[in-house]
């Protein structure tokens, strides 16, 4: 059996992430099974997901999916980097998926593993010291570092968003895992409908503005589940910026070059989170990192919290052709595999210090709803299974 791996929030899973899908099993072949590393409760732009990860997880399993892992939230809710990092390490922890899949605006793979291998070299580290001298973004510095040593049509895909983080793909990926990069169809990164596709971003905000009609139209099935929402924990946010020691603030990840002290100020200044997010943006510091970097900042985690590498892999949901795959992992996963809840305080070291951290992110993305969710929503929920319905490969 083939098994393709595919790195993924689904916040929310809409006919595009279907179609990425069925790309792979028609490249593949139509046996192959699909496992997906998925972010949990906190996703990479620095905000509580949709809806939660159970209802996110029984959507792509209906959608194609076979079975779908946990990215856990210190590598879900970080730099592409870090998130690339983290998605091929629970893939390849898995011992099976010998195929990773992914997204890409130009389709065109051998030119992304020119850029990944330019940006691993020693010339790069030394071309984008001097590009970070003159205080741009990080991204900026990057592209035009890549650009001196590629050519600037080379370095175009370091452009798009999909093929950026293609690029961390393949610079993560382990020997002997291949890539398949599937070429986005339809709507941009971000952008507006186009070609029966609607990016996430847009399918969110129409969702949280309360138009699930027009929404459903580009996702796979009607919408279900309660939706979160930021604005409902702005104070506690505020609260917890207005509270943090300096020293803490420092502990957060990638909250170097004065952004930690700068974040506080902006705490203490600002009456929402737009406002936090406004006063601590500057030319070098990207949004996305700032409303990272406020997130960690709620959910109390630091840098240090993040293992060298994924310590378990937790088990969010499988179909008929799922469970066969974890049989399989069974034999040859590098790392515990968690099916059970409970399992995951048995875990040694680094995986249960995880769990617990986990579960604790899982109550806190509980009061980003109207009607707060109880405490301990993480111990008590097991994984999705789903026999899949007939007539779906």
């Given amino acids: 059996m083939n098994v393709a791996g595919i790195i993924a929030e689904y916040n929310p899973f809409h006919r595009g992430h279907a ?19 998925m972010s949990g409760h ?6 509580c997901a949709l809806t939660d990860k159970w209802t996110r997880t029984a959507m792509a399993l209906r959608g194609g999916a076979d079975l779908v892992l946990e990215l856990p939230t210190p590598w879900a809710c970080a730099s592409a980097e870090t998130f690339a990092r983290g998605g091929v390490g629970v893939l390849a922890a898995t011992g099976v998926v010998d195929t990773l899949s992914f997204g890409s605006e130009s389709g065109y793979l051998e030119g992304l593993r020119r850029a ?30 890549a650009g001196e040593l590629l050519g600037e049509e080379a370095a175009a895909c370091l452009g798009g968003a999909n093929d950026n983080l293609g690029v961390e793909y393949l610079r993560a990926l382990p020997p ?3 890539a398949l990069a599937v070429r986005r169809t339809g709507a941009r990164h971000d952008g507006g409908p186009e070609g029966g596709f609607a990016s996430a971003s847009v399918l969110r905000g129409w969702l949280r503005q309360g138009k699930i009609a027009r929404a459903e139209a580009y996702l796979t099935e009607a919408w279900q589940g309660d939706i979160a929402s930021m604005e409902w924990c702005e104070r506690w946010a505020l609260a917890r910026l207005r509270t943090m020691s300096l020293a803490e603030a420092e502990a ?12 506080l100020a902006a705490g203490r200044g600002a009456s929402c989170l737009e406002e936090v997010y406004a006063l601590t943006k500057t030319k070098r510091y990207a949004h996305a990192r700032v409303r990272r970097l406020t ?13 060298a590498a994924v310590p378990y892999l937790k088990v969010l949901g499988f179909t008929g052709r799922g469970r066969e795959v974890l049989r399989e992992m069974g ?25 617990g951290l986990e579960a604790r992110c899982t109550d806190l993305y509980g009061l980003c709803f109207a009607r ?7 111990w008590r929920r097991g994984p999705v299974m789903l026999e899949r319905r007939e007539g779906r490969t």
């Fill in 42 to 47: 906190w996703v990479q732009r620095g905000e």
């Fill in 176 to 178: 002997g895992m291949g």
């Fill in 372 to 378: 707060p969710w109880t405490g301990g929503e993480e």
């Fill in 331 to 355: 034999r040859r996963a590098a790392v515990p595999i968690v099916t059970k809840p409970a399992h995951a305080r048995d875990l040694p070291g680094d995986g249960e210090r995880l769990a």
């Fill in 295 to 307: 997130v960690w900042a709620m959910l109390g985690l630091r840098a240090a919290d993040r293992p």
């Fill in 252 to 263: 957060l990840p990638d909250s170097g070059e004065g952004l930690a002290a700068r974040l």
């Fill in 19 to 37: 179609w990425q899908i069925d790309e792979t099993r028609r490249a593949l072949g139509a046996d192959t099974a699909v496992v997906c590393a």
């Fill in 116 to 145: 990944a291998a330019c940006l691993d070299s020693e010339g790069y580290r030394t071309v984008l010291r001097r590009f970070l001298d003159g205080g741009l973004p990080f991204a900026a510095c990057r592209h035009a570092a």
